[in-house]
C-alpha cells in the first residue's frame, strides 16, 4: 500500500507542481473547492482514541493521559504482553471494514489526531509505528474516495495543557524552543511524505492550544506566529495544501489571530453542549464575515442525539462543515460504533486509576483483555444507527442486514 502511494505522489509530481496542487482541494472565501470546482460540504468523523487514546474512552477517571494509560497496560500485563496489546490494538481498531463504513453512510471525510511519538523520537529522528499505519489508512480512505485531515493531538511539550496532549499539564510547547523545533521538523516530514497526495484535504496543526486556565496574556499573542512557522515548512514541501488554524482555549477563539497570513487557510474550533442558537458561534460568523475565510467545526457531539441534530443543522444553515467526535468508543450511545464492554472491565478501570491494589485475577484480566481485543473489531461494534440518523446520514438496508 505504501509503495503505491509513493508511486502515485510521484506521478503528480512529475507532472509539475501546478498540476499537483489542482488535484487538491483548495479554499475560495468562504468555500472549500473540490479538484472539480464543487462546493465540497465537509461532513466527517474523527478517528479518536486510535493512535492518540485517551483515558475516558477506556472508561477510566485517573488515567487519562496516553502515558498514564499505557502505564496501567504495563502494570496490568507486563511489558511484553502490553507492548503486544497496543500492536494488536492499533492494528486492528480502524480496519478497512470501518473506513467502507464511514463512506457508505454518506461521511466524506475522517479526521486523524496524532501522537507526535509514534512518529518520530525525543532526539527529532523521523521513524515509529505510526507511520505505516497512516499510510495504510490513507489507502483505504483512497480507495473509499474519502478525505483525510490529519491533525496533531499531542505535540512535543503538549500544546493545551491537559491530559489529552499528553504533556506535563502545562503548554510548554510554547515554551520550550526544542519542541516548537520538534513540532516543526514532525509537520515538515508529514508534508513531505504526503506531498500533492488528493486524499489529504489539509494538516490540522494543533488540538485545542492553549487551555484557559493557563497564562493566556502571554501565550496567546505567540499562537499565529507559530502557526505561520508551521505553515511556511509545510508549504516548502508540499505547496498548496490546505492548512487549518485551530483557535485557542480548547480552540474556542480566534481572538488572537489577524487576517489570513497566507492562501488556503480554514478556522477551526471546537463546541461541546453548548447552546443549539446562532449565539453560540456568532462569534466565529463575525470572523469569517470579517477576513471571507472558511470555517470548521473540528468536534463536537458526545451529548444527544437530539443535540446533536439541532447543533448541525444550526452549523449547515451557515455554511459550516463539521466532524463529530469520535467514531468508536467504549459502552457509550453518543458514538457512530460503540464497543461492547468486557466482562470484568470495571476491575480492569479500578485497578487502572487506583482504586485497587490488587491487580485482578489473571482470568478476569485474560478474559477481559481478549474481549476488548475482539470488540474493537468493526464486525463485533454496535452501530448505533440513531446516531447516524441525527447528523443526517442514513445506510442502506444492504449494510443493515450485514450486520
Not at 4 to 23: D, E, F, K, T, W
Not at 126 to 139: A, F, K, S, T, Y
Not at 314 to 335: C, M, P, V
Request: net charge neutral; charged share 20%; aromatic share 12%.
Amino acid at each position: 500500500m505504501r509503495l503505491l502511494s509513493i508511486l502515485a505522489v510521484a506521478l503528480l509530481g512529475l507532472c509539475g507542481p501546478a498540476v499537483a496542487q489542482s488535484r487538491l482541494v483548495h479554499i475560495e472565501g468562504k468555500r472549500f473547492v473540490a479538484p472539480d470546482g464543487d462546493t465540497l460540504h465537509l461532513k466527517g468523523i474523527s478517528l479518536g482514541n486510535w493512535l492518540m487514546p485517551e483515558g475516558y474512552m477506556f472508561k477510566f477517571e485517573v488515567a487519562k493521559a496516553p502515558r498514564q494509560i499505557y502505564g496501567a497496560f504495563e502494570r496490568l500485563l507486563g511489558p511484553d504482553r502490553a507492548a503486544a496489546f497496543w500492536r494488536s490494538y492499533r492494528d486492528t481498531y480502524v480496519g478497512e471494514a470501518d473506513i467502507r463504513f464511514i463512506k457508505s453512510v454518506g461521511f466524506n471525510v475522517v479526521r486523524i489526531p496524532l501522537h507526535w511519538q509514534l512518529f518520530m523520537d525525543a532526539n527529532g529522528t523521523i521513524g515509529g509505528e505510526g507511520w505505516p499505519l497512516l499510510d495504510r489508512v490513507l489507502g483505504w480512505a483512497r480507495a473509499a474516495g474519502l478525505y483525510v485531515i490529519v491533525d496533531l493531538h499531542a505535540a512535543p511539550g503538549g500544546q493545551t495543557g491537559i491530559n489529552h496532549d499528553d504533556g506535563p499539564g502545562y503548554p510548554l510547547m510554547f515554551y520550550v524552543p526544542r519542541d516548537q523545533e520538534l513540532t516543526v521538523r514532525l509537520w515538515q516530514a508529514i508534508a513531505r511524505r504526503y506531498a500533492g497526495d488528493p486524499t489529504i484535504l489539509g494538516y490540522d496543526l494543533l488540538n485545542e492550544p492553549i487551555a484557559p486556565y493557563h497564562d493566556t496574556a502571554r501565550l496567546n499573542p505567540q499562537l499565529e506566529p507559530f502557526y505561520r512557522r508551521l505553515t511556511l515548512a509545510i508549504r516548502k514541501v508540499d505547496p498548496g495544501r490546505i492548512v487549518f488554524l485551530a483557535g485557542g482555549q480548547w480552540s474556542s477563539s480566534f481572538d488572537m489571530f489577524g487576517p489570513p497570513f497566507a492562501s488556503n487557510l480554514a478556522y477551526t474550533y471546537h463546541a461541546f453542549w453548548a447552546s443549539t442558537s446562532r449565539d453560540s458561534i456568532q462569534r466565529h460568523l463575525n470572523f469569517s464575515n470579517r477576513y471571507d475565510v472558511p470555517l470548521f467545526l473540528g468536534e463536537t457531539g458526545e451529548l444527544t442525539d437530539e443535540w446533536n441534530e439541532a447543533f448541525r443543522k444550526l452549523h449547515e444553515a451557515n455554511g459550516i462543515g463539521w466532524s463529530f467526535w469520535t467514531y468508536k468508543n467504549l459502552d457509550t450511545s453518543s458514538t457512530v460504533v460503540s464497543i461492547p464492554r468486557p466482562d470484568g472491565w470495571d476491575q480492569i478501570a479500578d485497578f487502572a486509576d487506583g482504586r485497587r491494589e490488587d491487580r485482578p485475577a489473571p482470568e478476569v484480566v485474560d478474559r477481559a483483555i481478549a474481549q476488548y481485543l475482539d470488540g474493537v473489531r468493526f464486525a463485533n461494534g454496535v452501530v448505533r444507527w440513531s446516531y447516524l440518523a441525527s447528523l443526517g446520514l442514513q445506510a442502506g438496508p444492504t449494510l443493515r442486514a450485514e450486520r
